[in-house]
């Protein structure tokens, strides 16, 4: 498959592009504002393109004749406004719309979205959005995500939202995780949680074998 990465240098997009490479068979083309913080080696299967998201026009030349594109675009998490200022994380709403736009334009079969928690369900009709266990300082990039998508699902393209668990961080590839759709998995001990690498293990396993187009789905252990 030719597949575009989308903020191929974030976490979920490294752990994605990596594990695309260590499966092989695939063609990527690695979407990055600053192309130095892609790794030094790269296999010739993956193409390095510079680009800030900024024109839904120049995406659609990037992602021309790609089978699909992933979209790991998220919000500096370093820059002090992540946890305060929702006009900042909605950056994250306007690049999902001109990713769509571009989508469209181009006519790529499919887009998967590195989506967020909040609107999951953390128990029968409660979002953890809602739930009172949502940290506080997260609420705009939550809030952020929920805008995301729904502009996603207003949509005319194929689409497919991944919602990662309430915790993601880097860890083990273990290849051993759950799957849901609209509620939140939680693990024997109440957590939700999952590794960056087993979070793009299991998206690389949808794009190789879509099983959610136009839906939602999660992760969990």
């Not at 990465?5 to 490479?21: D, F, K, M, P, S």
């Not at 990037?62 to 675009?73: L, P, T």
């Not at 590195?114 to 990039?141: H, K, R």
Request: one cysteine or more.
């Amino acid at each position: 498959m030719k597949i575009v990465v989308l903020a191929a240098t974030g976490r979920a997009g490294r752990a994605i592009l990596n594990e695309l490479v260590d499966r092989g068979g695939h063609q990527v083309t690695a979407v990055a504002r600053n192309l130095d913080k892609l790794p030094e080696q790269l296999p010739g299967t993956v193409a390095r393109v510079g680009d800030d998201l900024s024109s839904a026009d120049r995406l659609a030349q990037i992602i021309a004749g790609a089978d699909a594109v992933v979209s790991a675009f998220g919000p500096a998490s370093t820059d002090p406004r992540y946890t305060t200022d929702q006009s900042y994380t909605d950056q994250l709403v306007d690049v999902t719309e001109r990713v769509i736009a571009a989508v469209r334009k181009a006519g790529v079969p499919c887009l998967i979205i590195v989506g967020g928690c909040g609107s999951l369900e953390f128990s029968p009709g409660v979002t953890v959005l809602d739930s009172g266990f949502w940290p506080a300082q997260y609420v705009p990039i939550a809030k952020s995500h929920v805008k995301a998508f729904a502009a996603l699902r207003a949509s005319d393209i194929n689409w497919t939202y991944f919602s990662c668990p309430m915790s993601i961080t880097p860890g083990e590839r273990t290849g051993k995780f759950r799957l849901g759709g609209d509620e939140l998995i939680k693990d024997a001990d109440g957590k939700s949680r999952v590794s960056f690498e087993d979070y793009a293990v299991a998206l690389v396993d949808e794009l190789e074998k879509p099983a959610h187009e136009r839906a939602r789905f999660t992760i969990g252990y």
